[in-house]
């Protein structure tokens, strides 16, 4: 496909969506487009609106599953698994929580750390997560642990959130857990930004408040690089592996 046909199609995929109407059948081949063109929100928008109308247990309805199953990536679950990091975020949300507390979660993921702002004692967790085959699952496991009374799971990226509509009015305290590997990547800065300025209120606590970014300079000699090795050290270099640049 041409570069002019590629754009076309993507300038334009919002009305292919409208004429797709309710049927799943369409919503799915639309989302594959969607996938081909790099048009990740629409792609999972639609995966979920397709789910909730295709028949429970019929072969679209696993198809669709598959495909969505297939967005989630595996790093949750190894995420998941770092007893260290659960419980240095489980000691961050109790010193900033108080009984009483509204809280908003960025990047629900599991909604571990939505429960584990309950468990502080929270009055109420809003928790929205970008992707909404995982803001499903959030949901789910938020329901399994029996907090759907004090947490709701908004599957939308924190900056497409109303604060009045979906929050209520800002929030006593923001956690989030959307650091990239190198700290300030996959758009963690306007995240933050647009959460301390609309959603936050003034003076309301942030989990984590701060981060540091370590660098250091490395020499090697030995090895003639292909660009994509360098940009893969390039990349390990700055998500601080200190062992690596020693
Ligand atoms: C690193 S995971 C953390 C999941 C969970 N909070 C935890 O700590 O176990 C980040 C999640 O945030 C979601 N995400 C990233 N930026 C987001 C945003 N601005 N709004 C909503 N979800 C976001 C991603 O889709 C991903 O599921």
Redesign the pocket.
């Known amino acids: 496909m041409s570069r002019e046909r590629r754009e076309e199609l993507r300038s334009n995929f919002d009305l292919f969506v409208q004429g797709a109407g309710d049927d799943p059948a369409r919503l799915l081949g639309l989302a594959r487009v969607a996938g081909n063109l790099d048009l990740w929100r629409q792609h999972d928008e639609l995966l979920g609106r397709a789910r909730t109308l295709a028949e429970p247990g019929s072969a679209l309805s696993r198809a669709i599953q598959h495909r969505i199953n297939r967005r989630v ?1 595996t ?2 679950f190894s ?2 698994h770092d007893r260290e ?2 419980e240095a ?1 489980d000691r961050a949300i109790r010193t900033a929580v108080s009984p009483g507390d509204r809280v908003l ?10 429960m584990m702002a309950a468990r502080a004692g929270a009055e109420s967790v809003v928790t ?4 909404p085959a ?1 803001a499903a699952m959030a949901a789910e496991i938020v329901a399994l642990n029996g907090f759907s009374d004090t947490i709701r799971v908004i599957a ?4 497409d959130l109303d604060v009045e509509a979906d929050l209520g009015g800002p929030v006593d305290v923001v956690v ?4 990239a590997a190198n700290l300030i990547g ?3 800065h306007t ?1 933050m930004e647009d959460a301390v300025r609309r959603l936050l209120r003034p003076g309301g606590r942030l989990v984590p408040a701060s981060g540091d970014i370590v660098v250091a300079l490395a020499e090697w000699t030995e090895l003639t690089l292909s660009a994509g090795s360098r940009n893969s050290i390039c990349e390990r270099s700055t998500a601080c592996d200190r062992a690596t640049l020693a």
């Open positions: 990536p790093w949750h995420m998941l990091r659960n975020v979660d960025i990047g629900s993921g599991s909604g571990l750390l939505a929205c997560e970008s992707n995982i939308k990226p924190s900056t989030s857990e959307v650091l996959e758009g963690v995240t």
